[in-house]
T-cell receptor, first 115, second 116 residues
């Protein structure tokens, strides 16, 4: 079945450091790929997405490129802020039939940014 | 727009008790989902409802039942709670986009359940 593997955390960075969170996937078809973010005590919010190979998703300074050849969707940000401290989830979505798409999540990576 | 709302926010149950978690969305979405989040496990799908009147099992359905009451509401019931069901439960909804076939899921704030 489908699966998502992302780097283990926690990750601790200083403010303005470069961030990479690795994510690789296995899927039978051509999934869409997502990064979700969960701030403390809240639900998940979509951060960015990509629907086909070579697409780049971007939002709030974060970027990720859909690499079919390496089955990867790594999350990057050039300069992190304290407000980026959260748990980040990589996910993929495939058609489960009848117009409903199931998300398969990675285990999450906790990021802490210190001033 | 409230988005996806869940009640209650917190709940403590004793083993063997029953309860229903409520979820409602005001975005007119067809599809709704229930997940559980456990430390180090990510989110796992319990049940989903592709459209009003249909429900299907996800990855971890044992010990749970669901009801799609109408297009807005999707409830999750624990008939006889067990300590292994201690978790944070999230409801989500989505709408299939015929243009490209996928759309994001919108999540509620979660219910933190402890079973003692």
């Amino acid at each position: 079945g489908d699966s998502v593997t992302q780097m283990e955390g926690p990750v601790t960075l200083s403010e303005e450091a470069f961030l990479t969170i690795n994510c690789t996937y296995t899927a039978t078809g051509y999934p869409s790929l997502f990064w979700y973010v969960q701030y403390p005590g809240e639900g998940l919010q979509l951060l960015l997405k990509a629907t086909k190979a070579d697409d780049k998703g971007s939002n709030k300074g974060f970027e990720a490129t859909y690499r079919k050849e390496t089955t990867s969707f790594h999350l990057e940000k050039g300069s992190v802020q304290v407000s980026d401290s959260a748990v980040y989830f990589c996910a993929l979505s495939e058609d489960s039939g009848a117009g409903s798409y199931q998300l398969t999540f990675g285990k999450g990576t906790k990021l802490s940014v210190i001033p | 727009n409230a988005g996806v709302t869940q009640t209650p926010k917190f709940q403590v149950l004793k083993t063997g008790q029953s309860m229903t978690l409520q979820c409602a969305q005001d975005m007119n979405h067809n599809s709704m989902y229930w997940y559980r989040q456990d430390p180090g496990m990510g989110l796992r799908l319990i049940y989903y409802s592709a459209s009003e009147g249909t429900t299907d099992k996800g990855e971890v359905p044992n010990g749970y039942n669901v009801s799609r009451l109408n297009k807005r509401e999707f409830s999750l019931r624990l008939e006889s709670a067990a300590p292994s069901q201690t978790s944070v439960y999230f409801c989500a909804s989505s709408e299939w986009d015929s243009g490209w076939g996928n759309d994001e899921q919108y999540f509620g704030p979660g219910t933190r359940l402890t079973v003692t």
